[in-house]
């Protein structure tokens, strides 16, 4: 049975852009031109994903807090009218599964529609970062966003630098929706995509392939080229990418492409050890962003707690009522080393496991339960003649890896879980482990 997609728009030009996504994903659409006619398809017919202007004239966002109200209940993409980071950042809040600039590149609609609608069908709600990411009240988060329109406004080349799970490529989709070029291609590469972490249908790799980094610069042209994880860029594909810059540089908009990359890793000193080109570097450094880890905004953490909660209640149809102080303290307290995502998808397993009852600090993980105080005595005291803590660390996590990968049966899953980590990072971690 083909898709239905509710297309809400006032403009008869966007509602024809939007039939065409449809078409391209051989769905059927249904256009609605006001907010109010939308919210009554809504009650009335059923949809499995909505489209909304979030500048309608009565107003899309009661046709998003209508969607989320539908059971079963319905994603919505917000289309970003003005192209700001304040009006996609209030969308997400709102409860948006994703969002859209205006107007639209025909493949990154199709693209991000098809992701949404796998999403929900498989239930993969950690496999990608969200927009929640962009949410919280730290000073370093405002300074992120500060930065997004900065760079949304200039063509210059942008580095963001953070940890696994703190949004690098929705924030490199955001510079991209609120800038001129935001009706061209966004085309993501994914230099060294791992077994464990295969690339999405929207990005592609080319981890020694000159020839596919030259494919996917002639893709993003007059849009934007996406690198996530610039380290691991071969060293063939460096020069070769260093060499197209320098060719392409002088060309106009339609002609060039914007381009943004993302790391985990110092790219500085990776420069001065010989493993990265520094001119390279310096020519994709331009615009430099940094995206605090999840650990040093705890404030922050009751915010997004609240977020998911709200989202995983719309979306498994549950009921349950915001966190209790005790729960609030032990999800604050834990480091969060897959930061938003991890914080998400412990949230959404909190909820679908507790139904329409409130969360109790039983209903945690072990890994946030366990406190220093439980733990052995030889464990935690130093010893008098000290301890190489680096080295005792490295043991201890090499331990209790295996310990919980031994003790679900090599599921990485359930070992992460185990682990108070995210899947990508424990993958991360074993692989480093072979390479050593």
């Not at 339609?254 to 390279?280: K, P, S, W, Y």
């Not at 209903?363 to 733990?375: C, G, I, K, Q």
């Not at 919980?404 to 070992?415: I, P």
Request: with cysteine; charged share 25%.
């Amino acid at each position: 049975m083909p898709k239905r997609f509710l297309l809400v728009d006032a403009d008869p030009v966007g509602q024809a852009a939007l039939q065409h996504v449809a078409t391209s994903l051989e769905g059927e659409g249904v256009v609605a031109a006001t907010a109010e006619a939308a919210r009554t398809m809504l009650r009335a017919e059923p949809f499995d994903l909505c489209i909304v202007d979030m500048n309608l004239p009565d107003g899309g966002a009661q046709v998003l807090d209508t969607a989320q109200a539908c059971q079963p209940w319905i994603p919505v993409v917000a289309m970003a009218g003005q192209g700001t980071v304040a009006e996609v950042v209030t969308a997400f809040r709102m409860g948006a599964s994703e969002f859209l600039p205006r107007p639209f590149h025909d493949d990154l609609a199709v693209r991000i529609v098809r992701r949404v609608l796998q999403d929900r069908v498989n239930d993969t709600f950690d496999e990608h970062t969200s927009g929640a990411c962009l949410l919280g009240e730290h000073p370093a988060m405002r300074v992120v966003l500060e930065r997004i329109g900065q760079a949304a406004d200039s063509g210059a080349s942008v580095l963001i630098r953070g940890e696994e799970g703190t949004g690098k490529e929705v924030i490199a989709r955001l510079i991209h929706a609120c800038g001129e070029r935001r009706a061209g291609p966004f085309v993501t590469v994914r230099p060294e995509a791992s077994e464990e972490a295969a690339a999405g249908p929207e990005s592609s790799e080319f981890a020694d392939n000159p020839s596919r980094l030259v494919s996917n610069v002639m893709a993003s042209l007059g849009g934007m080229l996406f690198i996530d994880e610039l380290a691991g860029l071969s060293r063939d594909n460096q020069i070769g990418f260093l060499r197209l810059i320098k060719e392409w540089g002088g060309l106009p908009p339609d002609r060039n492409m914007r381009i943004v990359a993302a790391t985990t890793q110092d790219m500085e000193q990776a420069g001065r050890a010989g493993q990265f080109l520094e001119e390279l570097y310096y020519r994709l450094n331009v615009i430099p962003m940094e995206i605090p880890p999840l650990r040093e905004r705890p404030e922050d953490i009751p915010i997004l707690a609240d977020h998911f909660r709200r989202a995983a209640n719309a979306r498994r149809s549950r009921n349950v009522p915001g966190f209790s102080p005790e729960v609030l303290v032990k999800l604050g307290a834990c480091s969060w080393p897959g930061n938003v995502r991890q914080l998400g998808s412990t949230v959404d397993r909190l909820v679908s496991a507790a139904k329409d009852r409130p969360v109790t600090i039983t209903d945690l993980p072990a890994s946030l339960r366990t406190d220093v105080s439980d733990l052995s005595p030889a464990l935690v005291d130093l010893p008098p003649n000290g301890v190489d803590l680096r080295l005792l660390l490295a043991q201890l996590e090499d331990r209790l890896i295996e310990q919980a990968l031994q003790r679900t049966g090599g599921n990485k899953n359930r070992a992460a879980e185990l682990l108070g980590m995210n899947r990508t990072t424990l993958v991360e971690k074993l692989r480093r482990r072979t390479v050593a």
